[in-house]
């Protein structure tokens, strides 16, 4: 990805809606990567952004990020591409954006492209031949350029690892009840976490053994406040909502 050509997102009305429903649903995107980062063997061949970026006075630039964290309130990595003309920014810089900046945003499983709605765009606009060609030299199944994939089948209802994950939790907990009530040095206990990627299941365990919704995090969030602005609406009723 650090050398693909940098993409720029056209003011047009498909790309523009192509990039608010990449912000729309970017909580699955982080739902994928929250899990991504607790597989002993990973899972993602790809995961990251896109955002624009741009010196005073001049154009924009349509880069991707990779090493993605978020925070609840800013998404955090690392610029992938090289930049064409800009000079406040270069390849491996480290960058932080809020969601609402955020243009697009991708992850790849087996070689399946979930999310890439610009790419889409694109594509769309693409005679078959170069779609092929376009694809190709990603290496990746985008699939229709007219619909979207935003997970697999087997997250339709949550992300199968919550469930999967549920005996570990429990025998992690058994033998470190403390653990419940730490924090990081964000300030993020096991619920912030588990909230902000809509674990439902966990989220209800952590709450059964007395978890509280109501701590801030360093931000000032709550595991509530984190779910509510997800939209994980399963979660929010747990939490109290």
């Known amino acids: 990805m650090a050398d693909s050509p940098v993409f720029y ?12 429903r990449a912000r729309e649903t970017f909580p699955y995107f982080w739902r994928e990567l929250h899990w991504e980062q607790r597989r002993i063997v990973p899972g993602l061949g790809l995961a990251a952004i896109k955002a624009p970026f741009s010196d005073e006075g001049e154009d924009v630039e349509q880069m991707w990020v990779g090493d993605v964290f978020f925070d609840g309130r800013e998404v955090h990595g690392t610029l992938m591409n090289e930049p ?18 955020i243009s697009d945003w ?10 890439a709605f610009t790419v889409n765009a694109m594509r769309a606009t693409m005679s078959p031949a170069d779609r092929d060609a376009h694809d190709a030299a990603w290496g990746l199944d985008f699939g229709d350029p007219a619909g979207e994939r935003l997970f697999p089948a087997s997250a339709a209802d949550g992300h199968p690892m919550a469930a999967n ?41 952590l709450l059964a053994r007395g978890a509280d919704p109501t701590v801030p995090n360093a ?23």
């Open 84 to 101: 064409n003309a800009l000079r406040s920014v270069a390849q491996g810089d480290p960058v932080s954006l809020p969601v609402r900046e």
């Open 106 to 115: 991708i992850y790849t499983l087996e070689g399946i492209a979930y999310g």
């Open 165 to 205: 994950m549920l005996p570990s939790l429990q025998a992690y907990l058994d033998g470190a009840p403390d653990a419940v009530s730490q924090a990081d040095d964000l300030g993020f206990t096991l619920l912030h976490s588990m909230a902000l990627g809509g674990a439902t299941p966990l989220v209800r365990e």
């Open 9 to 20: 997102a056209g003011l047009d009305e498909a790309m523009q809606a192509a990039m608010a």
């Open 219 to 241: 931000l000032g969030d709550s595991a509530l406040d984190l779910a509510r602005a997800m939209g994980w609406s399963d979660c929010v009723a747990l939490l109290g909502g």
